[in-house]
């Protein structure tokens, strides 16, 4: 398990937001990942490199199941009362309630190599209710 920063996220910030994620994860199964990493995105930068891969630019984190990689929006630490507004409104939470919302989901995406994401989203309530995911939802779709 690896936790990182996008280079041009701020040294400290990077060390404090990291800790944070690292602390909000360790109460879920994280060896279920094997190989993984986490990217921290300076929220300056999250947005045009969402919008690059095709995603929402409004959700805080995304999966590249093929790489092993979560890319987190370091909003999810320090947000403006502009994005909070934003992320309040699609999901209902901000704060630590929003951080375990996304690493669940995110987990859910990776431990079960779901790009489902109504999928994702059960595999990661039930790591939020303290199960293991049940992956046959995914295992023999192919």
Not at 84 to 100: C, D, H, M
């Amino acid at each position: 398990m690896q936790f990182q920063c996008r280079e041009n996220y701020d040294r400290a910030e990077c060390v404090k937001d990291a800790t944070a994620l690292h602390q909000a994860m360790a109460m879920y199964p994280l060896q279920l990942l094997g190989t993984w990493s986490f990217v921290l995105v300076p929220a300056d930068d999250w947005s045009a490199l969402v919008r690059g891969q095709g995603g929402d630019p409004v959700s805080p984190a995304f999966s590249m199941l093929d790489q092993r990689l979560t890319l987190l929006d370091g909003s999810l630490f320090v947000a403006t009362a502009g994005r909070n507004k934003e992320l309040l409104e699609k999901f209902g939470v901000i704060g630590p309630q929003l951080v375990n919302l996304a690493i669940t989901h995110e987990m859910g995406h990776g431990m079960c190599q779901e790009k489902d994401e109504r999928r994702a989203d059960d595999y990661g309530k039930e790591l939020r209710e303290g199960k293991v995911p049940d992956c046959s939802k995914t295992r023999g779709r192919f």
